[in-house]
Structure formats: C-alpha cells, structure tokens
C-alpha cells in the first residue's frame, strides 16, 4: 500500500514528495519489517483532530505487533505554516502519532526508533479536523517490496 502520489492526484502539493522518512520505510520493507494485515489509518466519521488506526498486525525487527485499532490525536495546527505528521505503530503494538515541525514547505518527521510508519498526515495551517484528503498511505506490506 506504500505510496506517493503524483503531484497532479495529490490534494497538497508536498504530498507528493519523497522524503527520507519514505526512504527509512522502504529500508525497513526490505529487511521484512511490514504490515502483515490491516493498520489502514482514515479520518472520522466524524472528523475532528484524531485519526482512526484499523486492528491490525505487524512485523517490526523480529517481533509481532498486534494493535486493536483505536484513534491517533493529531496536536493543534499551527495558524501560519502547515506541518507534516506521521502515524506510527513500534514493535510492541503501541500507536503514535509524531508531530512534524510547521514550515513554508515542510517535512515529515524521522521515524522513532522501533517504530514503522503507517501513515503521512498533511496539516494544514488553522485546520480544525482531518479528511481523507489529508492523509497519504504509507504502510509497507509484504507484496509491495
């Protein structure tokens, strides 16, 4: 499901840049760290700052993360510049959502450590929910690499 879109599909342009976090993704894809099921991440039903993360499973460094599904906050926009979060899962089945700094053009975040990136967020300056729009597929599965 990994993914980055042509600028012409994107909703916002910058997602349609590879960054290095795309990189240490596709790193980790190839040394067989991948989502063996689910782990989709999509906006509310009814939007507002939270993300919903589907149940799911993953392989990260030898270990099996199972995660339950749930929702992932997203911190405030900034009301000048626009930022670019990511959605995580680490090897024991914990989520996290980690912050990217707000910018003219800005970036996402480095992965944390013994974590895999399951999504990119784009947020908007003075957004108040997330969409669909906003979020582009990062998850590695094992077909894709």
Same mark, same amino acid.
């Given at each position: 499901m990994f993914d980055i879109p042509n600028k012409a599909d994107a909703t916002y342009p910058r997602q349609a840049g590879g960054f290095s976090s795309d990189i240490?993704?596709?790193? /980790?894809?190839?040394? +067989?760290?991948?989502?063996?099921?689910?782990? +989709?991440?999509?906006?509310?039903?009814?939007? *507002?700052? @939270?993300?919903?993360?589907?149940? +799911?499973?993953?392989?990260? /460094?030898?270990?099996?993360?199972?995660?339950? +599904?749930? *929702?992932? @906050?997203?911190t405030t926009a900034d009301a000048t510049n626009p930022r670019i979060d990511i959605v995580v899962i680490d090897w024991n089945g914990t989520l996290a959502v980690t912050a990217g700094t707000a910018a003219a053009l800005p970036v996402p975040p480095a992965i944390p450590a013994n974590s895999l990136q399951l999504a990119q967020v784009y947020v908007p300056a003075g957004v108040t929910a997330i969409t669909n729009a906003m979020l582009v597929d990062k998850r590695p599965t094992a077909i894709d690499f």
């Open positions: 240490d993704t596709i790193a /980790q894809a190839l040394a +067989g760290d991948c989502v063996l099921s689910g782990l +989709g991440v999509a906006a509310q039903g009814s939007p *507002n700052m @939270t993300v919903a993360v589907a149940a +799911g499973l993953a392989r990260q /460094q030898g270990y099996f993360a199972y995660y339950a +599904g749930g *929702n992932g @906050t997203i």
